[in-house]
């Protein structure tokens, strides 16, 4: 089976903190995936990585940076975390053309 | 530019009913791929199905069904004799071919409500 971990299923922090969500594969996938999922707007990309130290921008990268320094692991980082960063964030792994498989979440408030 | 639809926000059914979430699609390309997940209370996708643009049949499985049209760009989903616990948020998404990594455009969902 698959599996795909996230650090926390809650998180709560405080505008301006510096926020890591960590995400792990354990099936030797080349790209993963960060997104985020709000009401109505179903669930946008926010980065993608298809190799070790790669990564490319989605469609909302802004406030977000990425890191990729081992295969199986791709962190989220937001620099100085916004109440509008207040989420539930998804990450993704899957091989090249493929089914992407998804981690349980990370529910992220921002007060 | 790729889109999926979703026009079904909401949907709600007594048990045992059958149900069809609808899904339509744009892309340019002609190789690209169609996805099912669904999302239970819990929060975690759940993959349910892919299937390739040169592929139209349609698939079974247990009391899921999908039905892929090309001509008319849809690919829907439909339930037979649905459960309680087929109540979550179920997402169509498109992914298209080429090189690289392939990106998934996701519907807005449909909240499905299977009442007992």
């Known amino acids: ?111 | 530019a790729q889109k999926v639809t979703q026009a079904q926000t909401e949907i709600s059914v007594v048990e045992k009913e059958d149900v069809t979430l609808d899904c339509v699609y744009e892309t340019r390309d002609t190789t690209y791929y169609l996805f099912w997940y669904k999302q239970p209370p819990s929060g975690e996708l759940v993959f349910l199905i892919r299937r390739n643009s040169f592929d139209e049949q349609n698939e079974i499985s247990g009391r899921y069904s999908w039905n892929f049209q090309k001509s008319t760009s849809s690919f829907n989903f439909t339930i037979t004799a649905s459960q309680v616990v087929d109540s979550a948020v179920y997402f169509c998404a498109l992914s298209e071919g080429g090189q690289g990594a392939q990106k998934l455009v996701f519907g807005q969902g449909t909240r499905l409500t299977i009442n007992p």
């Not at chain 1, 995400?23 to 790209?31: G, I, L």
């Not at chain 1, 539930?88 to 921002?110: E, I, K």
């Open chain 1, 1 to 111: 089976d698959v599996k795909v971990t996230q650090s926390s299923r809650y998180l709560v922090k405080r505008t301006g903190e510096k926020v890591f969500l960590e995400c792990v594969q354990d099936m030797d996938h080349e790209n993963m995936f960060w997104y985020r999922q709000d009401p109505g707007l179903g669930l946008r990309l926010i980065y993608f990585s298809y190799d070790v130290k790669m990564k490319e921008k989605g469609d909302i990268p802004e406030g977000y940076s990425v890191s990729r320094e081992k295969k199986e692991r791709f962190s989220l980082i937001l620099e100085s975390a916004s109440t509008n960063q207040t989420s539930m964030y998804l990450c993704a792994s899957g091989r090249l053309v493929a089914t992407q498989y998804f981690g349980p979440g990370t529910r992220l408030t921002v007060l």
